[in-house]
């Protein structure tokens, strides 16, 4: 494993780290053009990345939705990035028997927001060994999250953080308690999901909304507040994207934002 996987619990680290990537893998080579695209912008503002990619996505509006190219393709996929760019990458996982699946693939198991609740889910990606990163559910206080980190730890896995991704607020928009992030770094690093946190779910048709232009403002506030890492999912054309294009970022924004996001992260040092 990468040797800055292991310090990611080092709160006096002088880097925040990026967790970024397309919603899901939607083919293997549009997944290692994003990854070497990235790779070359956090490389120049020396940004630790872990490449993200949901090799299944199970909570979806519509059973019409988009959910996978194939599990073990996209997983195979994973492993192509990892190990053709020497990085560490992270998917999400829903059930108790992807943990040990996935755990084969990637080095970081993510457990959904919807999912944090779940003992069993949790007890078994902390028992794979891996890095487990934990989002936030909408419905929960940053207090809540203290127990969440417990069930990994209490699973002899030290391994873990906590993703905050905003709070429902109302029945179609999400909001980003900022007074959570201090809080949750008493219990493990806190890292900001910027595009999940601008989400607008729940739309009539069936299909959630977004707003990226939000993006810079949001991911401004996350760092100026302390965050540890930023979560970004982007794509060379959101637009066309199979899933959750109406927030994402478009790739050939990163780079600026990312210099911006540095900018701060070297003010508040």
Same mark, same amino acid.
């Given at each position: ?108 198991? +993510? ?8 003992? $069993? &889910?949790?007890?078994?990606? =902390? %028992?794979? /060994?891996?890095? *487990? ?69 729940? +739309? ?8 990226? $232009? &939000?993006?810079?403002?949001? =991911? %401004?506030? /996350?760092?100026? *507040? ?44």
């Amino acid at each position: 494993m990468i040797q800055y996987l292991d310090n990611i619990h080092h709160k006096d680290s002088k880097n925040f780290f990026l967790i970024a990537g397309p919603c899901i893998i939607e083919g293997e080579d549009m997944a290692l053009r994003i990854a070497e695209k990235v790779i070359s912008i956090t490389d120049k503002y020396n940004i630790p990345y872990i490449f993200k990619g949901s090799f299944k996505k199970a909570n979806r509006s519509r059973v019409d939705s988009f959910t996978t190219i194939g599990e073990e393709k996209s997983l195979e996929i994973l492993k192509k990035v990892g190990e053709t760019f020497n990085i560490p990458t992270t998917t999400d996982i829903h059930e108790n028997e992807h943990a040990a699946l996935a755990a084969q693939y990637v080095d970081v198991l +993510q457990i959904p927001a919807f999912l944090v609740r779940q003992t $069993d &889910l949790l007890v078994a990606a =902390a %028992k794979t /060994g891996k890095c *487990v990163t934990l989002k936030k559910g909408q419905f929960l206080s940053p207090e809540a999250m203290k127990f969440a980190v417990q069930k990994v730890t209490d699973s002899d896995n030290q391994k873990v953080a906590i993703i905050e991704r905003g709070n429902s607020f109302g029945y179609t928009d999400l909001i980003v308690d900022y007074r959570g992030i201090p809080t949750m770094r008493e219990y493990a690093p806190v890292i900001l999901d910027v595009t999940h946190s601008l989400q607008q779910p729940n +739309q009539s048709s069936g299909v959630t909304g977004g707003r990226p $232009d &939000l993006i810079e403002t949001v =991911a %401004k506030a /996350g760092i100026a *507040v302390g965050a540890d890492g930023i979560f970004i999912e982007t794509h060379p054309t959101p637009e066309t994207a199979l899933s959750d294009g109406a927030n994402m970022l478009r790739l050939d924004l990163l780079e600026d934002l990312l210099q911006k996001l540095t900018r701060i992260r070297e003010s508040i040092l």
